[in-house]
């Protein structure tokens, strides 16, 4: 499998700010979910700068509102399981069934059960 190119990653991570179940975080709970596609702090950055220019997000000092499209993601149909031997992307814990979530810009995962939901804001 190939390393998503520089542009694969910003449109993975629009989609998942644009799917976040939260209207409003702190700036450091968006960068949290950013960096299960990207720890490079420059392309965070670009990641944050391009959501707000497509009005996906506003910021405001340290909180950020997400612009409700009336995306979420679905799990019966968005979150894939696989089992194997998997390194949470968020946690770093190894876990035997990985949860992927399928997005139209690609696939990000995998995660264990609750970090996939911690990512989505389902918690």
Do not use: W
Request: aromatic content about 4%; proline content about 2%; hydrophobic content about 35%.
């Amino acid at each position: 499998m190939t390393e998503p190119t520089r542009d694969e990653r910003v449109e993975l991570a629009l989609d998942l700010l644009a799917h976040l179940e939260a209207d409003e975080l702190s700036l450091a709970e968006v960068v949290d979910r950013i960096e299960t596609v990207t720890t490079d702090p420059t392309l965070t950055r670009d990641i944050l700068d391009t959501a707000e220019l497509r009005g996906i997000i506003e910021r405001d000092g340290g909180r950020v509102r997400h612009n409700r499209g009336g995306t979420f993601v679905r799990f019966e149909s968005q979150v894939v399981q696989r089992e194997g031997d998997f390194d949470c992307r968020r946690c770093g814990a190894s876990i035997s069934t990985g949860h992927f979530v399928t997005f139209e810009s690609g696939e990000l995962g995998p995660f264990g059960s609750s970090c996939i939901r911690k990512v989505l804001g389902r918690e």
